[in-house]
Every structure is written in C-alpha cells, then in structure tokens.
C-alpha cells in the first residue's frame, strides 16, 4: 500500500513540475518571404538599450565585466563596462567623435563603436546584392557581407571591411525571443587579435516592427 501511495506522490509531483515548465517557443519559418521585406521591417527601430556580459579577449589575456549601452542607428553610444561591480570603462561616440576613460587603443575602439553598431543593427545595409545558397541568403555590399538563414531571417555571420582594409567578423549564436522580436543573445566579435563576446541579458529595442 505504502509503495503505491508513494508511487502516487511521485507521479502527482512530476506532472505539477512538468505543467510549470514554460514552454519553449518556436522560431518562425519566412520561407518564400522576401528577404529584403524582413529587413525592411526592422527599419524603425531607432535605437537599442542593452545589457549584457563581455569578454575581452587579446593573445593570452581575458578580461570579463558587465556592460550597460544604449546606441543609436546612427553611430552614437554611452557605454559602460563593470568589473567586480566597478566602473571600468566609459565610452561615448557622437557624431564621429570618440571619447573614453580609460584610453583605448584603435582596435578597441573600432570593436566598441563600429562593431557594436553594425552587430546590433545588423540588417541596416545599403544599395546590397541577394544571393542564395544552402539554405542561406548573402547580403553583400562593397564594404559589407551578411549571411542570413534562410528559414528564420536571422543572422549567421557578417564581414565588414573597414576603411584601413582590415575585417571586422561577426558571429551570431542562440536566438531567442525579445518582446515581438527575435534576436541572437550571443554575438562574437573579431578583429585582428582582439575579440569581444557578448551575450545579452536584456534588450529594448525603441521603435515599432
């Protein structure tokens, strides 16, 4: 009698623990969509609040904190980084103009302003050529490469070069959704012997889609 009571009590446990399970929800399939009308729904968004972990990242050191940043379409940014709950770095883009405390040397800033941008903003490309193969579509300007899945719309990668003639990559990974809007939580960035990775804790996007 005893075995069975229990054996009552467990099954009665497991199926109140499997009913508070959120279930997981399921991207959605844009086959046969225009890419480009994706794209351009996003278009509205004129800026984007975030928080998230990073990882310096330069030969044999690593560096970790916590970031704040809210950046515009445009370019312009306020960003800070914690470490151990300090404030670690401050940086501001404005118009083109760079200013941080500490210091940062060009690659760092290029990741912290050009790459953070086009890595938030991803599908904001001009005047770009669609091709499609395995199951993916390439964006490609002269300056800039996205490569999209094909089945959710979502970015894979980017590679854009910059004006010194050096690459910028990008890798994007775990999309999730975001309010009305899903966005990939995990973003690597690469340039050189640096790289930066981000993965996002909260995201606002401002603007309608």
Same mark, same amino acid.
């Given at each position: 009698?005893?075995?069975?009571?229990?054996?009552?009590?467990?099954?009665?446990?497991?199926?109140?623990?499997?009913?508070?399970?959120? +279930?997981?929800?399921?991207? +959605?399939?844009?086959?046969?969509?225009?890419?480009?009308?994706?794209?351009?729904?996003?278009?509205?968004?004129?800026?984007?609040?975030?928080?998230?972990?990073?990882?310096?990242?330069? $030969?044999?050191?690593?560096?970790?904190?916590?970031?704040?940043?809210? #950046?515009?379409?445009?370019?312009?940014?306020?960003?800070?980084?914690?470490?151990?709950?300090?404030? *670690?770095?401050?940086?501001?883009?404005? $118009?083109?103009? #760079?200013?941080?405390?500490?210091?940062?040397?060009?690659?760092?800033?290029?990741?912290?302003?050009?790459?953070?941008?086009?890595?938030?903003?991803?599908?904001?490309?001009?005047?770009?050529?669609? *091709?499609? !193969?395995?199951? @993916?579509?390439?964006?490609?300007?002269?300056?800039?490469?996205?490569?999209?899945?094909? !089945?959710? @719309?979502? +970015?894979?990668?980017?590679?854009?070069?910059?004006?010194?003639?050096? $690459?910028?990559?990008?890798?994007?990974?775990?999309?999730?959704?975001?309010? $009305? #809007?899903?966005? +990939?939580?995990?973003? !690597? #960035?690469?340039?050189?012997?640096?790289?930066?990775?981000?993965?996002?804790?909260?995201?606002?996007?401002?603007?309608?889609?």
């Amino acid at each position: 009698m005893l075995k069975i009571v229990w054996r009552l009590f467990l099954l009665s446990s497991l199926f109140l623990l499997l009913s508070c399970v959120t +279930p997981r929800v399921e991207i +959605p399939v844009y086959e046969g969509v225009d890419v480009r009308d994706v794209l351009n729904s996003r278009n509205t968004i004129s800026s984007i609040d975030t928080t998230f972990s990073i990882i310096f990242e330069k $030969d044999d050191t690593e560096i970790k904190g916590d970031g704040v940043l809210n #950046i515009s379409r445009n370019g312009n940014l306020n960003l800070r980084v914690y470490s151990f709950g300090f404030l *670690a770095l401050e940086l501001t883009s404005e $118009d083109g103009i #760079i200013k941080s405390v500490p210091r940062l040397d060009r690659g760092k800033n290029t990741i912290l302003t050009y790459g953070l941008r086009d890595c938030l903003f991803w599908w904001d490309i001009n005047d770009f050529e669609v *091709a499609e !193969k395995d199951g @993916m579509y390439l964006l490609r300007n002269p300056f800039r490469k996205i490569w999209i899945d094909g !089945k959710t @719309m979502l +970015p894979l990668k980017q590679i854009i070069t910059l004006e010194d003639g050096r $690459d910028l990559t990008i890798s994007y990974e775990n999309p999730e959704k975001v309010g $009305d #809007i899903w966005y +990939p939580l995990k973003i !690597k #960035i690469e340039l050189s012997h640096y790289f930066v990775t981000l993965k996002i804790k909260e995201i606002l996007f401002t603007g309608s889609v």
